[in-house]
């Protein structure tokens, strides 16, 4: 971007009658189940090593139980994986990231990542456009752990440089622009901060936007938009990280050394992420809010792991670049201190436990199928400490970092 220039860049593409019909368009649940269905009871027995992992990782994320024995076509007797997919830099790749979906006790897709990932990375530096560039992306963070919508912008432009079909590639470059023109909008609405920014969001958006002023003024009245949000709820868990904050303060103040587990317990909540799972509920249909906001406020296990993902990440990657210069120690710092090992031991260590967590996640999404859709905004949002602490690094302390990023997602047209 040449200058600071806040304003909105035209589309540099014709008008098309399709443009309201898509601005308006949401698929049906019903709809993307009833294909979900049909992929899941689809034969495979003559699929691809891509195909299989593709469709075993879409169906995983989606809540539909697969067995990993749909790789074992691709062992030989001996249960090691058969020479032919080593040629196979495509497949080894999606295999890649679909034993990311991996639960606990899945060894096999424990060998698969192993397998793969060590694949992978001796023929990184030999593969062609764009598939080097994918490797490199899946390497750092695998694809089931990437923000869609980073990942989008890069497969799209991607996409235009291979053999293509012009009208999905014009498609999907007309949805990413009116999202990031929507979100665009609401950026700007939001940073005003005042009652006058209401009208120009969207209705779901109103909702959250309203209540948060009221919030912030101390206003005790019930939600008028939508009586199944109990903001009670969100005041409850803004006041349990408040008083999380205080805990801290007092073993900071006392020189209190807790147990690596109980800092953790403590400080994966303070990381904020309970407060932020409840107000996430704003964005449920008028049917699950109530079950679905209720369940966030009991602080279930998914939430939990997700904060420690959060709090894990954010400490590793701020460990690397000595930034931990806080009140409290780090987690990283906590176990060094409770266990006297290395560094490099500390986060070797910590970055197992966040693997079990992830599996935990994974697992939550077969175990109560009625509240995925709630699960789904818990996950994005673990998902979205990856954007920022991922591969040990913290663009979120150094955001110059990400500018360019930023700037693609919410201000350059594609």
């Known amino acids: 971007m040449a200058s600071g220039v806040a304003t909105t860049p035209e589309f540099t593409y014709e008008p098309s009658p399709w443009i309201d019909f898509f601005a308006a368009y ?21 699929s691809n090593l891509h195909e299989v992992s ?25 249960g090691s994986f058969i020479r032919d997919i080593i040629n196979d830099p495509k497949g080894l790749l999606s295999l890649y990231n679909a034993t990311h979906l991996l639960v606990h006790g899945e060894k096999t897709l424990e060998e698969a990542m192993d397998f793969s ?13 764009p598939l080097d560039k994918q490797v490199q992306r899946a390497l750092c963070i695998p694809l089931p752990r990437t923000n869609k919508r980073v990942e989008m912008m890069h497969y799209i432009l991607e996409y235009e440089q291979e053999d293509h079909t012009l009208i999905l590639l014009e498609l999907a470059k007309l949805d990413f622009n009116l999202q990031q023109h929507v979100h665009l ?4 609405a939001i940073t005003r901060w005042d009652h006058s920014a209401v009208s120009i969001l969207p209705k779901y958006l109103k909702k959250f936007y309203m209540e948060m002023l009221r919030t912030f003024q101390n206003i005790e009245v019930a939600m008028p938009i939508n009586i199944n949000y109990d903001m009670a709820h969100l005041k409850r868990a803004v006041q349990n990280n408040v008083m999380g904050y205080l805990h801290e303060a007092e073993w900071s103040h006392q020189n209190h050394k807790p147990s690596f587990v ?12 309970p407060a932020i799972c409840v107000s996430m509920m704003t964005c449920m249909n008028d049917q699950m809010m109530k079950p679905a906001l209720e369940w966030a406020a009991s602080v279930p296990d998914v939430i939990i792991a ?13 460990f690397e670049r000595r930034k931990c210069k806080g009140d409290l120690p780090s987690t990283v710092e906590r176990y060094i201190s409770e266990h006297c090992v290395t560094s490099e031991v500390a986060i070797k260590r910590i970055d197992t436990l966040m693997e079990e967590e992830w599996r935990n996640l994974n697992q939550a999404r077969f175990e109560n199928h009625a509240l995925l859709p709630a699960l789904q905004q818990f996950i994005s949002l673990a998902i979205s400490t990856t954007f920022f602490y991922g591969n040990r690094n913290d663009v979120y302390t150094h955001s110059t970092n990400i ?8 201000i350059k047209p594609i």
Do not use: Y
Request: glycine share 6%.
């Open 26 to 46: 949401e698929p049906l649940p019903l709809q993307i189940n009833v294909v979900l269905r049909q992929i899941l009871e689809s034969e495979i027995s003559n």
């Open 54 to 78: 593709l469709r075993f990782q879409l169906l995983r994320e989606k809540g539909h139980w697969v067995s990993p024995d749909v790789f074992n076509k691709f062992r030989s007797e001996d």
């Open 117 to 129: 990932r060590h694949h992978l990375k001796l023929m990184s530096g030999s593969l062609k456009f």
């Open 185 to 188: 909008k609401e950026l700007k």
């Open 262 to 273: 109980d800092h953790v317990k403590l400080t994966s909540m303070n990381i904020g992420v």
């Open 306 to 318: 997700v904060g420690k993902i959060s709090r894990f990440m954010n400490d590793i990657g701020a």
């Open 403 to 410: 500018g360019c990023t930023i700037e693609s997602l919410f």
